[in-house]
């Protein structure tokens, strides 16, 4: 099941709206084959592991490991457990359950019900917590929310005044690497209008190979010029404004408008699920970070410290969290935090 976790990386940032789930093949204690959910309409995990066994006739003897239970509904491909009832697998091994509604318990049902061994709940929390953008979003009917800032050492997230347009880093180049990495991994980034009128930024991926993110700006009263690059409609862009602001969407362009007199954040949150988005990273700065903050709709926070100092500056955000790691990432403090 490890080995399921450790392969199910891979299909972090391809696989949605589908799990990223790993599966791997065991026979007479030898891994004879394994795979991870592909991109959107295409293979599960279960299919690519059993595609890669070169003799499927000793399947009935193996054993598959599955980080998710297997879906048991026809959706883009064939269920699964239908499959793994045809190869006649001796065992089923599944990290957790599925929850969603079409699947939930149906797929142990229909294995059991064709003479199959299911063990269910093998390494589950991490499982779990492999699958958490999913889980969210099934049960939560919320995306996963992360929240990401750099500070300096004491505690400002980028200067009082600076007189040009792009970013001030305060993080070092390998940290802003794996920012792009995070990227590659999430969905969709949002930031709040400050900044893109601040530091016009891209929003997509330059130090990291992948797909760029949907990107969500709020723009109350549509301030942001249309030659800035978040206006490019090289990816898609959501602008949620004021619902009188609201403009007709065109190609890659989107408005959608919320009432910025009441809670924000659980607004926002509703246009993400109409939008079909699992994850969401708020790249804001302190004023949009903390709105999520304050109406407690986050689930995770990636905060880069670094080991200089500012004398003056715009106060990071206010986070009540655990964190549950440090990770020094040369001169800079990696530290991650959950809402428990």
Not at 168 to 181: A, E, F, G, M, T
Not at 194 to 216: A, E, Q, S, Y
Not at 260 to 287: M, P, R, W, Y
Request: glycine letters at 6%; one cysteine or more.
């Amino acid at each position: 099941m490890q080995r399921c976790l450790q392969i199910a990386q891979n299909a972090i940032g391809i696989s949605r709206p589908n799990p990223a789930v790993g599966a791997v093949i065991v026979h007479n204690d030898i891994i004879i084959g394994e795979g991870f959910t592909s991109v959107y309409g295409e293979s599960h995990a279960e299919v690519n592991a059993i595609n890669s066994v070169k003799n499927v006739a000793v399947l009935k003897e193996a054993t598959i490991y599955v980080t998710l239970e297997p879906c048991s509904h026809f959706g883009k491909t064939p269920p699964c457990a239908d499959l793994i009832v045809k190869h006649q697998f001796k065992k089923v091994v599944i990290g957790c359950i599925d929850s969603n509604s079409l699947v939930s318990g149906k797929g142990i049902e229909r294995l059991k019900n064709a003479g199959i061994e299911v063990i269910v709940g093998v390494l589950e929390k991490e499982c779990r917590e492999h699958h958490k953008r999913f889980f969210t979003v099934q049960e939560k009917k919320c995306p996963y929310i992360i929240l990401k800032w750099a500070q300096t050492q004491n505690g400002f997230i980028a200067p009082k005044i600076k007189n040009f347009q792009k970013p001030v880093w305060i993080s070092n180049q390998y940290s802003r690497q794996l920012v792009h990495k995070f990227r590659a991994q999430e969905q969709a980034i949002l930031v709040g209008t400050k900044t893109v009128l601040d530091d016009n930024p891209t929003l997509n991926l330059r130090d990291w190979f992948g797909n760029h993110p949907v990107r969500i700006v709020l723009d109350k009263d549509l301030k942001i010029p249309q030659n800035l690059a978040v206006y490019d409609k090289s990816v898609k862009t959501i602008f949620i404004t004021d619902v009188k602001n609201v403009y007709n969407s065109s190609g890659n362009i989107f408005f959608e408008g919320i009432d910025f007199d009441q809670n924000i954040a659980i607004q926002i949150c509703a246009i993400l699920q109409k939008h079909h988005i699992q994850s969401v990273i708020i790249e804001g700065g302190t004023k949009t970070i903390q709105t999520f903050i304050d109406e407690n709709l986050w689930d995770e926070a990636r905060v880069f410290e670094s080991d200089f100092t500012y004398e003056n500056g715009i106060k990071a955000p206010i986070l009540n969290g655990k964190m549950i790691s440090a990770i020094d990432v040369k001169n800079d403090t990696l530290k991650i935090y959950t809402n428990d």
